[in-house]
């Protein structure tokens, strides 16, 4: 994994994009001095039963963004690796939050071999308090032996002390967000669907140990919050931290066929 320099905090932390591994720089910042994790994590998804996002060749996937994977990461290790990976991820978010800090972990269950993979081994343990249905568009991996999925799962992972922001509690549970199909990047969070999380706490510093192209930061500083983004990718950490200046610069070229970018809307690309 990369390596990451000496960092101090709060100067080298504080609404800065660090290019680094995210438990290598998490173990950085002190215990408590984060309010919020908002996240997703890349869901392993090349390591799959099914064939298409696995070998590369796409098959059903052929439009999809995440076909060609991270930019520096092939999210395609063992499942036990990937799940050890994420639980010490998990245990250095709840580090890093004081007693009425929360994370927001979004993550997919998914048919492997024929049988739902939830994720129960990565999130067991964990003080989860709630889990909010993010409802999402279908994406096109029909299967003649299950419903179309058209949800991911948000745990909301609460120390003992945490409250959300007065009123927030109305939104409810199910949670209606398209996806972002607009951004370069292969797997972006919507905007609308971040600033619901964080105008939903009275977090002053919201920390993204996996920030991609810096949708929680930019939604964190539309809200007046500070943040904290870390990415393993130079291309990513570039990325968002153009879109700080210019929100526009994510948007991805308009492809030539039409019918084509109405596909991309369509695909489950995480
Ligand atoms: C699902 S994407 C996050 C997208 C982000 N929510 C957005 O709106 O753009 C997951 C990100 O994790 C990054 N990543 C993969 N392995 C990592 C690691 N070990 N440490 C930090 N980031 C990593 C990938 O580069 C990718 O950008």
Redesign the pocket.
Known sequence: ?ANVKELHYPDDFIDQFIC????DVMQQIPSGSVDLVV?????NLKNSTGNGMKDGRGGKWSGAALVDG????G?NVPHEEYVRWQRACLEEMLRVIPEDGAIFYNHKWRVQAGLLQDRNDIVAGFPIRQIIIWKRKGGINFNPGYFLPTYEVIYMIAKPEFKLAEKANAHGDIWEFGQ?SK?R?P???PASLIERIISSTNAKVVL?????????ALAAKNLDRNFIG????PE?CDMAKQRMKDPLSVVKERKKKPQQAVLFEDLEV?
Request: hydrophobic share 20%; aromatic share 16%.
């Open positions: 994994m680094g591994n995210a438990t996240t997703s994590p890349p869901y991270y930019s520096h990461y999210d972002e951004n990047h797997a972006p969070f993204d140990p996996f920030m991609g192209s810096g949708t929680t870390i990415d393993i990718s990513y995480k």
